[in-house]
Protein backbone atom coordinates (compact mmCIF):
# COMPACT_ATOMS: atom_id res chain seq x y z
CA UNK A 1 0.00 0.00 0.00
CA UNK A 2 0.85 3.64 -0.64
CA UNK A 3 0.82 6.11 2.08
CA UNK A 4 -0.32 9.46 1.04
CA UNK A 5 0.25 12.97 3.42
CA UNK A 6 -2.87 12.91 5.04
CA UNK A 7 -2.09 9.42 5.96
CA UNK A 8 -4.57 7.44 3.12
CA UNK A 9 -3.96 4.29 1.95
CA UNK A 10 -3.49 3.58 -2.13
CA UNK A 11 -3.33 0.25 -3.55
CA UNK A 12 -0.39 -0.11 -5.54
CA UNK A 13 -0.05 -1.97 -8.99
CA UNK A 14 1.55 -5.09 -9.02
CA UNK A 15 5.05 -5.42 -8.45
CA UNK A 16 7.78 -6.25 -11.46
CA UNK A 17 10.62 -8.26 -10.77
CA UNK A 18 13.75 -6.44 -12.30
CA UNK A 19 16.73 -8.29 -12.04
CA UNK A 20 17.31 -11.45 -10.21
CA UNK A 21 20.94 -12.58 -9.65
CA UNK A 22 22.99 -14.38 -7.15
CA UNK A 23 26.13 -12.64 -4.90
CA UNK A 24 28.70 -11.90 -2.93
CA UNK A 25 30.27 -8.57 -2.51
CA UNK A 26 31.90 -6.40 -0.20
CA UNK A 27 30.85 -3.01 0.46
CA UNK A 28 31.99 -0.59 2.42
CA UNK A 29 32.62 -2.86 6.07
CA UNK A 30 29.69 -5.26 4.77
CA UNK A 31 30.33 -9.02 3.61
CA UNK A 32 26.83 -9.56 1.96
CA UNK A 33 25.74 -12.90 0.79
CA UNK A 34 22.60 -13.49 -0.58
CA UNK A 35 20.01 -14.39 -3.34
CA UNK A 36 17.99 -11.32 -4.49
CA UNK A 37 15.10 -10.33 -6.33
CA UNK A 38 14.59 -6.80 -6.87
CA UNK A 39 11.07 -5.23 -7.33
CA UNK A 40 9.31 -2.25 -8.60
CA UNK A 41 6.01 -0.73 -8.59
CA UNK A 42 3.97 2.49 -8.59
CA UNK A 43 1.27 3.99 -6.59
CA UNK A 44 -1.99 4.16 -8.25
CA UNK A 45 -2.80 7.57 -7.35
CA UNK A 46 -3.34 11.03 -10.00
CA UNK A 47 -0.98 13.98 -9.15
CA UNK A 48 -1.45 17.47 -9.77
CA UNK A 49 1.34 18.00 -12.76
CA UNK A 50 0.81 14.62 -13.92
CA UNK A 51 4.10 12.71 -13.75
CA UNK A 52 3.64 9.09 -12.23
CA UNK A 53 5.17 8.54 -8.83
CA UNK A 54 8.79 7.35 -8.34
CA UNK A 55 9.10 3.97 -8.44
CA UNK A 56 8.73 1.97 -4.75
CA UNK A 57 12.00 -0.19 -4.62
CA UNK A 58 11.60 -3.54 -2.52
CA UNK A 59 14.14 -5.89 -2.12
CA UNK A 60 13.07 -10.01 -1.25
CA UNK A 61 16.73 -11.67 -0.07
CA UNK A 62 18.08 -14.14 1.93
CA UNK A 63 20.78 -11.95 3.17
CA UNK A 64 23.56 -12.41 5.40
CA UNK A 65 25.54 -9.38 6.73
CA UNK A 66 28.26 -9.92 9.09
CA UNK A 67 29.81 -6.29 9.90
CA UNK A 68 31.88 -4.59 12.35
CA UNK A 69 30.18 -1.39 11.95
CA UNK A 70 26.45 -0.35 12.73
CA UNK A 71 25.09 1.15 9.77
CA UNK A 72 21.47 1.23 7.69
CA UNK A 73 21.57 -1.94 5.83
CA UNK A 74 19.13 -1.01 3.96
CA UNK A 75 20.53 2.51 2.43
CA UNK A 76 23.55 1.13 1.32
CA UNK A 77 22.56 -2.33 -0.10
CA UNK A 78 19.59 -0.83 -1.99
CA UNK A 79 22.11 2.11 -3.43
CA UNK A 80 24.45 -0.49 -4.51
CA UNK A 81 21.59 -2.54 -5.72
CA UNK A 82 20.97 0.29 -8.30
CA UNK A 83 24.32 1.61 -9.32
CA UNK A 84 24.20 -2.40 -10.84
CA UNK A 85 20.82 -2.12 -12.51
CA UNK A 86 21.76 1.40 -14.33
CA UNK A 87 25.41 0.00 -15.21
CA UNK A 88 23.71 -3.25 -16.61
CA UNK A 89 20.52 -1.30 -18.18
CA UNK A 90 23.45 0.90 -20.33
CA UNK A 91 25.52 -1.95 -20.64
CA UNK A 92 22.49 -4.02 -22.39
CA UNK A 93 21.57 -0.84 -24.66
CA UNK A 94 25.08 -0.45 -26.18
CA UNK A 95 25.90 -3.54 -26.31
CA UNK A 96 22.81 -5.09 -28.04
CA UNK A 97 22.26 -5.34 -31.78
CA UNK A 98 23.70 -6.08 -35.18
CA UNK A 99 27.60 -5.67 -35.38
CA UNK A 100 28.92 -6.58 -38.99
CA UNK A 101 32.44 -5.78 -40.39
CA UNK A 102 35.68 -8.14 -40.61
CA UNK A 103 37.67 -10.28 -39.40
CA UNK A 104 41.13 -11.73 -39.53
CA UNK A 105 43.50 -14.36 -37.39
CA UNK A 106 47.39 -13.28 -36.78
CA UNK A 107 49.79 -15.07 -35.37
CA UNK A 108 51.68 -14.22 -31.91
CA UNK A 109 53.86 -12.28 -33.93
CA UNK A 110 51.39 -10.17 -35.67
CA UNK A 111 51.54 -11.60 -39.08
CA UNK A 112 48.18 -12.06 -40.70
CA UNK A 113 47.35 -15.66 -41.45
CA UNK A 114 45.88 -16.78 -45.51
CA UNK A 115 42.20 -18.31 -45.25
CA UNK A 116 42.02 -21.78 -46.17
CA UNK A 117 42.42 -22.29 -49.81
CA UNK A 118 39.13 -24.27 -49.71
CA UNK A 119 36.91 -20.96 -49.29
CA UNK A 120 38.50 -18.78 -51.01
CA UNK A 121 36.45 -18.04 -54.63
CA UNK A 122 38.14 -19.49 -58.33
CA UNK A 123 38.34 -16.00 -59.45
CA UNK A 124 40.50 -15.30 -56.66
CA UNK A 125 43.36 -18.17 -57.25
CA UNK A 126 43.44 -17.24 -60.65
CA UNK A 127 44.06 -13.73 -60.30
CA UNK A 128 46.88 -14.98 -58.14
CA UNK A 129 44.77 -12.48 -55.08
CA UNK A 130 45.23 -13.86 -51.51
CA UNK A 131 42.17 -13.63 -48.72
CA UNK A 132 42.96 -12.74 -45.35
CA UNK A 133 39.71 -11.28 -44.00
CA UNK A 134 36.83 -12.92 -42.98
CA UNK A 135 33.33 -10.95 -43.66
CA UNK A 136 31.57 -11.09 -40.43
CA UNK A 137 28.30 -10.76 -38.78
CA UNK A 138 28.04 -10.50 -34.64
CA UNK A 139 24.60 -10.38 -33.68
CA UNK A 140 24.18 -9.88 -29.98
CA UNK A 141 21.43 -9.90 -27.42
CA UNK A 142 22.23 -8.76 -23.90
CA UNK A 143 18.90 -9.51 -21.45
CA UNK A 144 17.80 -5.81 -19.58
CA UNK A 145 16.05 -8.00 -16.27
CA UNK A 146 19.35 -10.86 -15.97
CA UNK A 147 22.65 -10.78 -16.26
CA UNK A 148 22.47 -12.87 -19.39
CA UNK A 149 24.16 -12.36 -23.06
CA UNK A 150 24.01 -14.26 -26.32
CA UNK A 151 26.21 -13.32 -29.25
CA UNK A 152 27.29 -15.12 -32.54
CA UNK A 153 30.55 -15.00 -34.47
CA UNK A 154 29.59 -15.85 -38.06
CA UNK A 155 32.07 -16.02 -40.75
CA UNK A 156 31.17 -15.84 -44.40
CA UNK A 157 32.38 -17.04 -47.16
CA UNK A 158 34.45 -14.65 -49.81
CA UNK A 159 32.64 -13.68 -52.08
CA UNK A 160 33.75 -11.75 -55.58
CA UNK A 161 32.31 -8.47 -55.36
CA UNK A 162 29.76 -7.07 -53.38
CA UNK A 163 27.09 -9.87 -53.53
CA UNK A 164 26.00 -9.85 -49.75
CA UNK A 165 22.52 -10.96 -50.84
CA UNK A 166 24.30 -14.28 -51.85
CA UNK A 167 26.74 -14.63 -49.01
CA UNK A 168 26.88 -17.95 -47.44
CA UNK A 169 27.88 -18.74 -43.52
CA UNK A 170 30.83 -20.57 -43.32
CA UNK A 171 30.89 -20.82 -39.71
CA UNK A 172 28.65 -20.14 -36.38
CA UNK A 173 30.09 -19.45 -32.75
CA UNK A 174 27.74 -18.85 -29.85
CA UNK A 175 28.63 -17.60 -27.24
CA UNK A 176 26.63 -17.35 -23.78
CA UNK A 177 26.95 -15.41 -20.90
CA UNK A 178 24.77 -16.51 -17.58
CA UNK A 179 25.73 -15.68 -14.03
CA UNK A 180 25.47 -19.09 -13.12
CA UNK A 181 27.64 -22.39 -12.39
CA UNK A 182 26.48 -24.26 -15.75
CA UNK A 183 27.93 -20.57 -17.44
CA UNK A 184 30.89 -22.17 -20.43
CA UNK A 185 32.37 -17.93 -19.67
CA UNK A 186 34.98 -18.65 -17.32
CA UNK A 187 35.26 -14.70 -15.76
CA UNK A 188 32.91 -11.42 -17.54
CA UNK A 189 33.75 -7.58 -16.92
CA UNK A 190 31.44 -5.04 -18.37
CA UNK A 191 31.51 -0.92 -19.04
CA UNK A 192 28.09 0.55 -18.84
CA UNK A 193 29.43 2.00 -22.28
CA UNK A 194 29.56 -1.38 -24.23
CA UNK A 195 32.74 -2.43 -23.95
CA UNK A 196 33.65 -6.06 -21.86
CA UNK A 197 35.89 -8.59 -21.38
CA UNK A 198 35.32 -12.17 -21.45
CA UNK A 199 37.18 -15.10 -20.30
CA UNK A 200 36.72 -18.44 -22.58
CA UNK A 201 38.08 -22.02 -21.94
CA UNK A 202 39.33 -23.07 -25.51
CA UNK A 203 38.63 -27.28 -25.72
CA UNK A 204 41.73 -29.18 -26.07
CA UNK A 205 43.21 -32.25 -26.27
CA UNK A 206 46.75 -31.52 -24.88
CA UNK A 207 47.61 -31.32 -21.33
CA UNK A 208 48.08 -27.55 -21.22
CA UNK A 209 45.13 -25.71 -20.54
CA UNK A 210 44.12 -22.97 -23.21
CA UNK A 211 41.73 -19.83 -23.16
CA UNK A 212 40.72 -17.03 -25.00
CA UNK A 213 40.85 -13.76 -23.87
CA UNK A 214 38.11 -11.19 -25.28
CA UNK A 215 38.27 -7.04 -25.36
CA UNK A 216 35.60 -6.09 -26.98
CA UNK A 217 36.50 -2.00 -26.73
CA UNK A 218 34.13 1.09 -28.12
CA UNK A 219 35.11 3.83 -29.55
CA UNK A 220 33.91 6.26 -27.18
CA UNK A 221 33.52 9.23 -30.30
CA UNK A 222 31.50 7.29 -31.90
CA UNK A 223 29.66 4.18 -30.24
CA UNK A 224 28.30 2.15 -33.31
CA UNK A 225 31.99 1.87 -33.81
CA UNK A 226 34.20 -1.40 -32.29
CA UNK A 227 36.94 -3.57 -32.04
CA UNK A 228 37.22 -6.87 -30.62
CA UNK A 229 40.78 -8.41 -30.04
CA UNK A 230 41.18 -12.12 -28.81
CA UNK A 231 44.13 -13.40 -27.54
CA UNK A 232 44.63 -16.94 -27.35
CA UNK A 233 46.58 -18.19 -24.44
CA UNK A 234 48.18 -21.27 -23.39
CA UNK A 235 48.85 -22.00 -19.70
CA UNK A 236 51.79 -24.63 -19.17
CA UNK A 237 53.15 -25.24 -15.67
CA UNK A 238 51.58 -22.03 -14.88
CA UNK A 239 52.88 -19.87 -16.99
CA UNK A 240 51.25 -18.28 -19.66
CA UNK A 241 52.30 -18.10 -23.17
CA UNK A 242 50.41 -16.10 -26.37
CA UNK A 243 49.82 -18.59 -28.82
CA UNK A 244 47.74 -16.19 -31.49
CA UNK A 245 45.42 -13.31 -31.96
CA UNK A 246 41.88 -12.90 -33.40
CA UNK A 247 40.94 -9.12 -34.76
CA UNK A 248 37.12 -8.26 -35.46
CA UNK A 249 36.43 -4.82 -36.51
CA UNK A 250 32.83 -3.91 -36.66
CA UNK A 251 29.90 -1.58 -36.84
CA UNK A 252 26.55 -1.13 -35.50
CA UNK A 253 24.16 -2.07 -38.59
CA UNK A 254 20.64 -2.26 -36.83
CA UNK A 255 18.30 -3.73 -33.53
CA UNK A 256 18.84 -7.45 -32.85
CA UNK A 257 17.67 -9.62 -35.79
CA UNK A 258 19.65 -13.03 -34.85
CA UNK A 259 21.64 -11.96 -38.31
CA UNK A 260 18.62 -12.63 -40.56
CA UNK A 261 19.73 -9.19 -42.40
CA UNK A 262 23.23 -8.82 -43.60
CA UNK A 263 25.36 -5.11 -43.91
CA UNK A 264 26.64 -6.10 -47.01
CA UNK A 265 27.70 -3.43 -49.19
CA UNK A 266 26.62 -0.65 -46.77
CA UNK A 267 29.37 -1.82 -43.96
CA UNK A 268 31.27 1.37 -43.28
CA UNK A 269 34.74 -0.17 -42.89
CA UNK A 270 36.76 -2.81 -45.18
CA UNK A 271 39.21 -5.77 -45.34
CA UNK A 272 42.28 -4.76 -42.99
CA UNK A 273 44.51 -7.84 -42.11
CA UNK A 274 47.35 -6.48 -44.95
CA UNK A 275 47.32 -2.76 -44.19
CA UNK A 276 49.16 -0.85 -42.17
CA UNK A 277 50.22 -1.65 -38.56
CA UNK A 278 50.75 0.69 -35.86
CA UNK A 279 54.21 2.00 -35.35
CA UNK A 280 55.54 1.09 -32.01
CA UNK A 281 56.87 4.68 -31.05
CA UNK A 282 53.10 5.64 -30.93
CA UNK A 283 51.78 3.83 -27.69
CA UNK A 284 55.47 3.01 -26.37
CA UNK A 285 56.64 5.64 -23.00
CA UNK A 286 54.89 6.54 -19.69
CA UNK A 287 50.88 6.50 -19.96
CA UNK A 288 48.79 7.10 -17.21
CA UNK A 289 44.76 7.59 -16.95
CA UNK A 290 41.62 6.11 -15.54
CA UNK A 291 41.36 2.45 -14.70
CA UNK A 292 38.09 0.98 -14.20
CA UNK A 293 38.69 -2.22 -12.42
CA UNK A 294 37.03 -5.62 -11.76
CA UNK A 295 38.53 -7.96 -8.99
CA UNK A 296 37.97 -11.63 -9.20
CA UNK A 297 40.02 -12.67 -6.32
CA UNK A 298 37.91 -15.23 -4.60
CA UNK A 299 35.30 -13.64 -6.18
CA UNK A 300 31.93 -16.32 -6.27
CA UNK A 301 30.10 -14.30 -9.05
CA UNK A 302 31.25 -14.96 -12.57
CA UNK A 303 29.67 -11.50 -13.92
CA UNK A 304 31.02 -8.34 -12.41
CA UNK A 305 30.73 -4.68 -13.25
CA UNK A 306 33.73 -2.49 -13.98
CA UNK A 307 33.91 0.31 -11.62
CA UNK A 308 36.19 1.52 -8.37
CA UNK A 309 37.62 4.19 -10.91
CA UNK A 310 41.79 5.34 -10.25
CA UNK A 311 44.34 6.86 -12.14
CA UNK A 312 47.17 4.65 -12.93
CA UNK A 313 50.08 4.87 -14.90
CA UNK A 314 51.55 2.35 -17.51
CA UNK A 315 55.07 2.10 -18.72
CA UNK A 316 54.73 0.70 -22.04
CA UNK A 317 58.25 -0.47 -24.12
CA UNK A 318 58.31 -2.34 -27.37
CA UNK A 319 59.73 -5.65 -26.35
CA UNK A 320 56.67 -7.00 -25.92
CA UNK A 321 54.52 -5.51 -28.34
CA UNK A 322 52.56 -6.89 -30.84
CA UNK A 323 51.52 -4.84 -33.36
CA UNK A 324 48.33 -4.71 -35.14
CA UNK A 325 46.18 -2.72 -38.09
CA UNK A 326 43.54 -0.19 -37.44
CA UNK A 327 45.79 1.70 -34.92
CA UNK A 328 45.77 -2.01 -32.67
CA UNK A 329 48.18 -3.64 -30.37
CA UNK A 330 48.37 -6.06 -27.89
CA UNK A 331 50.97 -7.66 -25.56
CA UNK A 332 51.93 -10.20 -22.67
CA UNK A 333 54.34 -9.81 -19.68
CA UNK A 334 55.03 -10.58 -16.81
CA UNK A 335 56.42 -8.69 -14.10
CA UNK A 336 58.76 -9.07 -11.20
CA UNK A 337 56.04 -9.97 -8.65
CA UNK A 338 55.60 -13.15 -11.12
CA UNK A 339 52.18 -11.47 -12.66
CA UNK A 340 51.44 -11.63 -15.96
CA UNK A 341 49.94 -8.59 -17.85
CA UNK A 342 48.10 -9.92 -21.00
CA UNK A 343 47.03 -6.20 -22.45
CA UNK A 344 45.45 -5.18 -25.72
CA UNK A 345 44.96 -1.89 -26.79
CA UNK A 346 43.34 0.95 -29.62
CA UNK A 347 44.87 4.06 -30.59
CA UNK A 348 42.10 6.94 -31.30
CA UNK A 349 44.18 9.73 -31.31
CA UNK A 350 47.85 10.65 -31.09
CA UNK A 351 48.41 10.70 -27.53
CA UNK A 352 44.81 8.74 -26.72
CA UNK A 353 44.14 5.75 -26.01
CA UNK A 354 41.66 3.26 -24.65
CA UNK A 355 43.25 -0.20 -23.48
CA UNK A 356 42.07 -3.48 -21.51
CA UNK A 357 43.92 -5.89 -19.46
CA UNK A 358 43.66 -8.90 -17.52
CA UNK A 359 46.40 -9.90 -14.62
CA UNK A 360 47.22 -13.29 -13.42
CA UNK A 361 48.87 -14.17 -10.23
CA UNK A 362 51.88 -16.48 -10.35
CA UNK A 363 50.03 -19.36 -10.17
CA UNK A 364 47.99 -18.46 -13.55
CA UNK A 365 44.72 -17.50 -11.36
CA UNK A 366 42.87 -14.18 -12.67
CA UNK A 367 42.88 -11.63 -10.19
CA UNK A 368 41.67 -8.37 -11.86
CA UNK A 369 40.36 -7.08 -15.27
CA UNK A 370 40.53 -3.48 -16.15
CA UNK A 371 39.61 -1.28 -19.02
CA UNK A 372 41.64 2.27 -18.88
CA UNK A 373 41.11 5.91 -20.87
CA UNK A 374 45.14 6.71 -21.46
CA UNK A 375 46.84 9.90 -22.29
CA UNK A 376 50.87 10.32 -22.27
CA UNK A 377 51.81 11.19 -19.11
CA UNK A 378 53.14 14.88 -19.61
Not at 243 to 259: D, S, T
Not at 311 to 327: F, H, I
Not at 332 to 353: A, K, M
Request: charged residues 20%; hydrophobic residues 35%.
Amino acid sequence: MAILSNNTLLPLQPTYRLLSFPVQTKLNNFTFNFGTNLYYNYPVTTYPNRARAAPIFTASSNVDVSTSTTLSVTGCFCNYLLIIIKGWTEFVKNVSGEWDGFGADFTKGGTPIELPESVVPEAYREWEVKVFDWQTQCPTLAQPHEFSLMYKNIKLLPTVGCEADAATRYSIDERNVTNNEQSPVLAFAYQSSGCYVAVWPVADHDSDKLLELEYCLIDPRDKESRVRIIQVIRIEDSKLELQNIKVFVEQWYGPFRNGDQLGGCSIRDSAFAVTQPLKPSQVTGVWQGLNAVATFNNSQTIILQLRDESVRQTVRDERSLVLLPKQLWCSLREEENEETFCEVGWLLDEGRTITSKCIFSSQAELKEIAIASEEVAG
